[in-house]
């Protein structure tokens, strides 16, 4: 199996602050990883270290083949980045900031004009291409920047949390044009936030925090790690509750908990259909009358949960702090400007993440 990106024992540290401790990752060439993690858990030094703007102080990474450490320049012609923010020239227009960067990574003027019309028309951004970025809307914005990281035509695509702030029809046409990307055979690195996200894109998962690597899998395999099939009811008459739970336990061998913050019972499930139809049964011959009965599979919500001890964040969370404490959005900022910048002038300039 070939792998585009491979990291063995990354570790980060910012003074006291150890971000990164003994990361390990492997990417096979084509799919999609997510990455999964609260605030603070290690997410985006990751990012940085596997996009050549930070070195560990331990551990390795190759990235394309290439060592992030010792072969900056091969990593970095092999890469797209797009950070949590739009990070594009709000000044430019979109076909000005297209060419622009097709400038910097050093395409001749009439192959940058080119690429900026290919990908303004890929990204249904054609009419607006002479318009000022600033003027774009915030899913118009999120398509652009995903353009920018493409110039260059990458084999491998860094996403750190792309689609924040985005309402969700946005959103899921942000998710159709990095399908597009997988298909056309690159390699998609994403940290998110948002479970679906990952539900949706991601081949693989791994949950990160406090900079560890804490469960990796496929999404149905870490659902799985959860339990299994639980069936809900809901009683017509709280009043009940003792008398359904007792139907249930008798009928399923398990003991049901009762959520006061819905009232509803949950109980485990493991001789699927078998299960549901003795419940039903249990329960009307005990006389209760319900509301719901629902059978409900362990969602990422659900690992994200167990494992870490947050709730995963929804589309209107807030953007939060990142590994150092940073605002988020500065750190996407300067995932761009470096990027870029390194291919103007052959250096690639480490900001403190202090």
Do not use: C
Not at 12 to 26: I, M, P, S, T
Not at 53 to 79: C, F, H, M, N, T
Not at 147 to 162: G, Q, T
């Amino acid at each position: 199996m070939e792998l585009a990106i491979q990291a063995e024992g990354l570790r980060k540290r910012y003074g006291a602050h150890e971000a990164l401790r003994g990361v390990d990752l492997a990417v096979p060439t084509g799919s999609v990883l997510g990455v999964l993690g609260p605030n603070g858990a290690g997410k985006t030094t990751t990012v940085r270290i596997l996009a050549t703007l930070l070195e560990p102080d331990e551990g390795s990474a190759k990235v394309a083949g290439y060592d992030v450490v010792r072969q900056r320049k091969e990593v970095q012609r092999a890469i797209g980045l797009t950070g949590q923010y739009a990070a594009v020239d709000e000044q430019l227009t979109g076909s000005e900031n297209l060419r622009m960067v097709g400038m910097l990574q050093r395409l001749t003027r009439g192959r940058a004009k080119e690429r900026a019309a290919e990908l303004l028309e890929r990204f249904r951004l054609t009419e607006a291409a002479d318009k000022q970025a600033g003027t774009y809307s915030g899913g118009m914005r999120r398509r652009l920047d995903l353009a920018v990281s493409l110039v260059a035509e990458p084999s491998v695509l860094f996403l750190d949390e792309p689609t924040t702030g985005l309402d969700p029809a946005s959103r899921l046409d942000l998710w159709a044009m990095i399908r597009e990307q997988v298909a056309a055979g690159v390699t998609v690195l994403l940290t998110t936030q948002y479970l679906e996200e990952a539900d949706q894109l991601a081949d693989r998962i791994v949950v990160v925090d406090s900079g560890r690597v804490i469960a990796e899998g496929t999404s149905d395999e870490l659902k799985r790690t959860v339990g299994g099939e639980r069936l809900e009811v809901g009683l017509a008459d709280p009043a009940q509750r003792a008398t359904a739970a007792a139907a249930l336990s008798r009928a399923l061998g398990a003991v049901p908990l009762a959520d006061d913050t819905d009232g509803l019972l949950r109980v485990q499930l493991t001789a699927g259909l078998d299960d549901i139809a003795d419940a039903a049964v249990a329960l009307r011959a005990s006389g209760v009358a319900v509301t719901e009965f629902a059978v409900r599979r362990p969602s990422l919500d659900d690992v994200f949960l167990s494992l870490t001890g947050h709730p995963g964040r929804t589309p209107a969370g807030d953007p939060g702090r990142n590994d150092s404490g940073t605002p988020a959005g500065e750190h996407a900022e300067d995932l761009a400007e470096d990027l870029a910048g390194d291919h103007t002038d052959g250096r690639i300039e480490e900001r403190s993440a202090a």
